[in-house]
């Protein structure tokens, strides 16, 4: 295997498989989930710090956890991630494109998102899944930062193009089963965030530290709009209306338990927002 | 004098007759309470080189030419291998060797859960094995797997025949009782998870096999890899000098060793064999789950007048049957109890000694249901225990027992329950919970030590035992210390290899320092009272300071040598404690946090007061991740581990560590050895599920029957708490 650490976007090569804090992207290929002739690590490309409402992708979430110019969702969904080792090294732009922590994914079931023909969370082991857009794939989404993002109404600013962070992420179907609408080749640059007048995330946790959400709500203020997304309901960061759009979610039996948490957790967030 | 006597051993519950030669113990104890070095902190010996990284692992070794084993381990939960091709992997660049069931002890062909050991190949690195065994060509034939415990029970398909136990009549005293309770208890399977994973090397110099192991029993794994290969014991050496933890899972050799020595031999090179995470999580042991149905019944003064118990261990493919029901025997003075244990043979990794083997699951589930007798009762948790104090064990005498003053001492720490649960609010609801602990922890013969002393002044205590991580050096040297009457920074103590000193003890079933403790004190005891000797005939006094008695020894040596004596015969020898836990639950989104701890224990003499708080604390925190977090889950199609990663198999973290007081009663057991000393290392974590769940009782008055308690089954029982107080119903089920 090779290292590249190229210092412009022009001098990776196609094809070639991205790093940047190697969080995940290490383990992955140490359970053969991921292979590469050629890693290029993208710290050199990548813009890291924050400048004004601007935030280089290669910011790390240890960096983001302790800045005070930026909405307080962002900051302590960065705070309540991982453990203090790992947002030492994991970018930000690489958090918002982790897979998921689905054991049967993260084993190797050939499962939807792996190109087979079913979901084996579904029938099998799954109360740590969806409780949201769960039939063809039940895997629950681990970002914290991502639900940050998408309430914050962040955009991104790619080699290639500009989107919001809500259109970075797509739902896995029959015909596609990828969870993101990135293509190959391009590369997360920079986080633009909106004026926010007030911002809030919180976290289950099944311990302290280092527990990926159980259910994480992000809600923000910004002009007289409140925007609520939930992490780890769906297979993507999942954006509802308002907290009446809980009736509307379709557990399945062991994923039962999230539905009065997420209600809880979005009750106190609007009310800790006044 | 050395005696022959035919006695009963006890390791981790489970009783054999042996014959033992043992040396009598004729030292006096020393008085109760601190004495110069023994009952004072010490920091660790190796505490030092620990912190620096100097000390060497099993993990850390790397011998000359050392070759890499990786095993091939099965998908299927039932199968059998129809055919196998070793070949492809033969041709692989580095491969050096490969072997197939059959080949090496624990090799099988007929596998019963998903994770068992086939075949293995070694190869210059460990990228190159694990790309070897990917190569190698299996044809299965895939057989039917039950997962199921109850469903094993039902098809009468058991590890071993059910145990049954009876005292009184169960049925006659529940129809008479005033009050009866009934629950069903579920605890999960949990990993030992080991910081260093399960490993061996091994290495042949001519006809002799050099076992380097991460290991709780040196000399167990010398006996049991010489009866395996057919050798004389003593062309076995086995070498452990510092392990990574084991908890009760490395209690032997495994297929790693024999693995590791067969590809040794095939190869002429030395060779490793180490688990990964995602194998440790998988075959390296497992605390099996269990399923406890139980009654109890009692007057209404609080008299318990029966215990009724059925039990079933979820064992997995091989493993024992641990004594679930110990507790309900042992613990309260009641004279009618029945109990039967299951022993489930599942397609399922087998269970291994984890801390305290079935006392742990069984003290949930009965120290539960002893608050919920205390609720319909309408009586004080602490009193129905009171009232209910076994002064023996079944009818036999306790060497000693001093769970009455470990209550007393509870007093205060339970009397918070009135502020604590004063602190509750609309959400975070709070409450004080408590459970008694019994457990063995009284060791035995036979162990040996020996002391040198050299003209520097310096003593040397040599003996072929393990550390397994628990402060054992530090303690053996201020036994030492203390006889010798020398300062603790001149004694060393060497260990950890068994061509190097004499035999010694498991480092299980919590028994080390009182199985090795009494034999370093014998042999300080045999050098003193020659150092003794020796100044007599220079015209000192006996009590003349070691350095000045010696320093013209020059290379001549005082050599002393000590023995474990036996254990006192009739009596039983057991540990107790009682832990108070303060909670707080939100009850709207389930989080249980556990605020403080107060354990509270009896195992006699203490030798180091900050050894033993430490392995409290221990005791405690992994007490914490097995009763909230900790959960091995199994895909239920295929028998598969799914948390075999330490992201989803949740132990606690330091943030999740709660205030912890300890105390100990620390008096002498005046009838177990020259030391008085029980052992310390499983009974922390004996009460503290039950404790917790009765403080989570005490502050939703939510009932708890499943362990972990997770949000989900948090969640679970303050809906039935609402339900049950809806339908008005009465306290207990």
């Given at each position: 295997?090779?290292l590249l650490?190229?210092?412009s976007?022009?001098e990776?090569p196609?094809?070639?498989l991205l790093?940047?804090?190697g969080t995940?992207?290490?383990p992955?290929?140490?359970d ?8 290029v690590?993208v710290r050199?490309?990548?813009p890291?710090g924050?400048s004004?409402n ?5 910011t790390t979430l240890?960096?983001?956890e302790?800045q005070p110019?930026?909405?307080?969702a962002l ?8 453990s203090?080792?790992l947002?030492n090294m994991?970018s930000l732009?690489?958090n ?5 922590r689905?054991?049967y994914?993260r084993?190797?079931?050939p499962?939807?998102?792996h190109g ?5 969370a ?11 857009a769960?039939d063809f794939?039940a895997s629950?989404?681990?970002s914290d930062?991502?639900?940050a993002?998408?309430a ?7 080699n290639?193009r500009?989107?919001?962070v809500?259109?970075l992420?797509?739902?896995?179907d029959?015909?596609?089963r990828?969870t993101?609408?990135?293509e190959?080749?391009?590369l997360i640059l920079?986080?633009?965030l909106?004026?926010v007048d007030?911002s ?9 530290r ?10 923000a203020?910004i ?5 609520i ?6 297979p993507?960061p999942?954006r ?5 759009a809980?009736?509307?979610?379709t557990p ?7 539905l009065?948490l997420?209600r809880a ?6 009310a800790?927002l006044? | 004098m ?7 051993k006890?390791?981790?519950?489970r009783?054999?007759?042996v014959w ?6 004729p030292?006096e ?12 902190p ?11 990284g100097?000390v060497?692992?099993t993990?850390d070794?790397?011998?000359?030419g ?16 129809k ?6 992997a ?8 490969a ?8 090799l099988?062909e007929?596998?019963g859960y998903?994770g ?8 210059d ?11 190698i060509?299996?044809?299965w034939e ?11 029970v039902?098809?009468?398909q ?11 009549d169960?049925?006659?005293a529940l129809a008479?009782?005033?009050?009866v309770?009934e ?5 999960q399977s ?9 490993q ?5 110099t ?6 380097y192991?991460s290991t709780?029993f040196i ?6 890899v010489?009866?395996t290969?057919e050798?004389?014991p ?12 084991g908890f009760?899972s490395k209690?032997g ?7 590791a020595a067969?590809?040794?031999k095939r190869?002429g090179?030395p060779?490793?064999?180490a688990?990964?995470r995602r ?11 269990t399923?406890q149905r139980?009654r109890?019944g009692a007057?209404s003064?609080g ?9 079933t ?13 110990g507790?309900m ?11 039967v ?14 801390r305290a083997?079935g006392?742990?699951?069984g ?6 249901l002893v608050?919920?007798l205390a609720?319909k009762?309408d ?8 009232r209910n104090y076994?002064?023996?064990n079944?009818?036999?005498p306790i ?5 009455e003053?470990?209550?007393r001492?509870a ?10 649960r004063s ?7 709070r409450?004080v ?9 009284g060791g035995?013969p036979?162990?040996y ?6 003209s ?5 205590v040599?003996?072929?035992?393990q550390?397994?991580?628990?402060g054992t050096r530090?303690?053996?040297?201020q ?10 920074d001149?004694v ?9 000193g004499?035999?010694?003890s ?16 014998a042999?300080a005891?045999?050098?003193r ?5 020796i100044?007599?005939?220079?015209g000192?006094?006996r009590d ?5 008695v010696?320093d013209?020894?020059?290379d ?5 040598k000590g023995?474990?004596?036996?254990n006192?015969t009739g009596?039983?020898?057991l ?6 836990v303060e909670?707080?639950?939100?009850v709207?989104?389930?989080?249980v946090?556990v605020?403080?701890v107060a ?5 006699g003499?203490?030798?180091?007061p900050?050894g033993a708080?430490?392995q409290?604390?221990g005791?405690?925190i992994?007490g914490?991740?097995?009763?909230l977090?900790?959960?091995?889950l ?5 028998g598969?581990?799914l948390?075999s ?9 330091i943030?999740?560590?709660?205030e ?7 008096k002498?057991?005046?009838h177990l ?5 029980k052992?310390?290392g ?7 599920a ?5 403080a989570i009782r005490d502050?939703?008055?939510?009932d708890i ?5 997770s949000?989900e089954e ?10 049950k107080?809806?339908?008005g ?5």
């Open positions: 295997m090779e650490r190229p210092s976007v022009s990776i196609s094809n070639s790093l940047a804090g995940e992207v290490v992955l290929l140490q053969g989930l991921l292979s590469a002739a050629t890693l690590d050199g490309v990548v890291r924050v004004g601007v935030i280089g992708a290669g240890g960096e983001l302790v110019g930026i909405p307080d900051r302590e969904a960065c705070r309540l991630a991982a203090p080792q947002r994991s732009g690489g918002l494109l982790q897979a998921t689905c054991w994914w084993l190797d079931y499962c939807r998102l087979g023909d079913r979901c084996h579904r029938e099998g082991e799954h109360r740590e899944h969806a409780i949201f769960n794939c629950a989404h681990p930062i991502a639900a993002l998408v914050l109404g962040a955009r991104l600013r790619t290639r500009e989107l919001a809500e259109e992420y797509r739902l896995p029959e015909s596609d990828r993101t609408t990135l190959d080749g391009e920079e986080v633009e909106p004026a007030a809030v995330y919180l976290k289950a946790m099944n311990r302290k280092w527990s990926f959400p159980q259910v994480g709500v992000a809600v203020r002009g007289g709009e409140t925007r997304a939930l992490a780890g309901v769906a993507i999942w509802i209306d308002g907290i009446e809980l009736d509307t979610a399945l039996p062991r994923t039962e338990w999230k009065p997420a957790l979005v009750n106190r967030a609007l800790s006044g | 050395a005696r022959l006597i035919r006695t009963e006890e390791v981790e519950g009783y054999e007759e033992l030669v043992v040396e009598e113990d030292l104890q020393w008085p109760a309470g601190p004495r110069e070095i023994v009952g004072r010490a920091t660790r010996k190796s505490g030092p080189a620990r912190v620096r100097e060497r692992f993990a070794l790397k011998l000359p050392m070759l890499q084993a990786v095993v091939l381990r099965s998908p299927y939960a039932h199968a059998r291998v055919t196998i091709d070793l070949a492809p033969l041709a692989l660049p580095g491969v050096r060797a072997i197939g069931p059959g080949e090496a002890s624990g099988e007929e596998i998903s068992a050991a086939v075949a293995a190949v070694a190869a690195t460990f990228r190159q094995a694990r790309a070897a065994i990917e190569a060509e299996i044809e895939e057989l039917e797997i039950v997962l199921d415990a109850d469903e094993a039902r098809r009468e058991f590890t071993a025949p059910p145990r049954q136990y009876e005292r009184g169960v049925d006659k008479e009782a005033d009050v309770v629950a069903t208890y579920r605890t949990v990993l030992h998870n080991s910081m260093e994973t399960h061996a090397i091994c290495e042949w001519g006809d002799i096999l050099n076992v192991i709780q000399w167990g794994v010398r006996d049991a010489a009866e290969l050798m004389p003593d062309k076995v050496r086995v070498v452990c000098e510092f392990m990574g933890g009760g209690n050799p495994d297929e790693y060793t024999f693995v067969e590809l040794a190869t090179r060779v490793r064999c688990l990964t194998e440790e999580s998988t075959a390296a042991g497992n605390r099996n789950a399923i139980l109890a007057r003064d008299t318990i007048v029966a215990l009724d118990g059925e039990f261990n979820a064992v997995g493919w091989s493993g024992w049957n641990a004594s679930t029901e507790p025997k042992m613990l309260y003075d009641c004279e009618n109890v029945r109990t244990t299951y022993g489930a043979k599942i397609n399922t990794p087998p269970m291994k000694a984890f083997p006392f742990v699951e003290t949930f589930g009965l120290e539960c608050d919920e609720a009762l009586m004080d948790p602490l009193e129905l225990r009171r076994a002064a023996t079944e009818g036999t060497s000693s027992k001093e769970l003053e470990c209550y001492r007093e205060p720490h339970w009397e918070r329950r009135h502020e604590v602190r509750s609010d609309a959400v975070w609801k409450g919970g408590m459970a008694s602990q019994i457990w063995y922890g035995g036979p162990s030590a020996w002391v040198r002393i050299g520097d002044g310096r003593a040397t040599i003996t072929a035992m550390d397994i991580g628990t530090t303690a053996m040297a036994i030492a210390a203390e006889e010798l009457r020398l300062p603790l001149k060393d103590v060497v260990l950890g290899d068994s061509a190097r004499p035999y010694a498991i480092s299980a079933g919590s028994s080390t320092l009182p199985s090795m403790g009494p034999a370093v004190r042999a005891a045999d050098a009272e020659q150092v003794e000797d100044a007599e005939q220079r000192m006094p003349a300071p070691v350095h000045e010696v013209l020894l020059e001549a040596q005082i050599l002393g023995a474990r004596g036996p006192p009596m039983s020898v540990t107790f404690g009682v832990h108070v909670v707080a639950v939100d709207e989104t389930g989080e946090v605020d403080r354990a509270i224990h009896d195992v003499r203490i030798v180091n900050l708080s430490s409290v604390e005791g405690v992994q914490i991740g097995h009763t977090s900790e959960d091995r199994l895909d239920p199609e295929t598969r581990v948390t990663t330490l992201d989803s198999y949740r132990m606690p973290t943030a999740d560590v709660p912890i007081v300890c105390e100990f009663v620390d002498p057991d005046t050895t020259n030391l008085g000393s052992g310390l499983e009974p922390p974590i004996v009460p503290i039950a404790a917790i769940a009765n502050a939703t008055g939510a029957y499943e362990l972990p308690i949000r948090m969640l679970r029982a303050l809906e039935r708490a609402k339900e107080e809806r339908r119903a009465p306290a207990a089920v």
